[in-house]
């Protein structure tokens, strides 16, 4: 049973930077894609920041040049470097993890980051 549990939310100023981590068990975390998604208040599940495999990067034109991703395989980490962070980051952040082999996404509980004025 895959599980994803993350680490790292809580209430940041805007401009500031915040961290969060998320630590995967039972899956082969080296052939499978890891990332980030969010939802905002009100909205629909997105794509943050996601990497495959073979390190091949897909991510929201709303962070880029501020977010970065990053994954540990010998570790089963995926970590999300947030920059420069705006009101409408403002979210719950998912950890994902996409399993080719069996065609499977799973998820984490959430972990909110919410950016103050």
């Known amino acids: 049973q895959v599980q994803l549990v993350e680490s790292g939310g809580g209430l940041v100023q805007a401009g500031g930077s915040h961290r969060l981590s998320c630590v995967a068990s039972?899956?082969?975390?080296?052939?499978?894609?890891v990332g980030w998604y969010r939802q905002a208040p009100g909205g629909q599940r997105e794509l943050v920041d996601t990497?495959?495999?073979?390190?091949?990067?897909s991510y929201a034109p709303a962070v880029k040049g501020r977010f970065t991703i990053s994954r540990d395989n010998d570790k089963n980490t995926v970590g999300l470097q947030m920059n420069d962070l705006k009101l409408e980051d403002t979210a719950v952040y998912y950890c994902?993890?996409?399993?080719?082999?069996?065609?499977?996404?799973?998820w984490g509980q959430g972990t909110r980051v919410t950016v103050s004025s």
């Open positions: 039972g899956s082969k975390f080296d052939i499978s894609t």
């Open positions: 990497q495959t495999a073979g390190d091949i990067r």
């Open positions: 994902y993890l996409y399993q080719r082999s069996s065609a499977s996404s799973f």
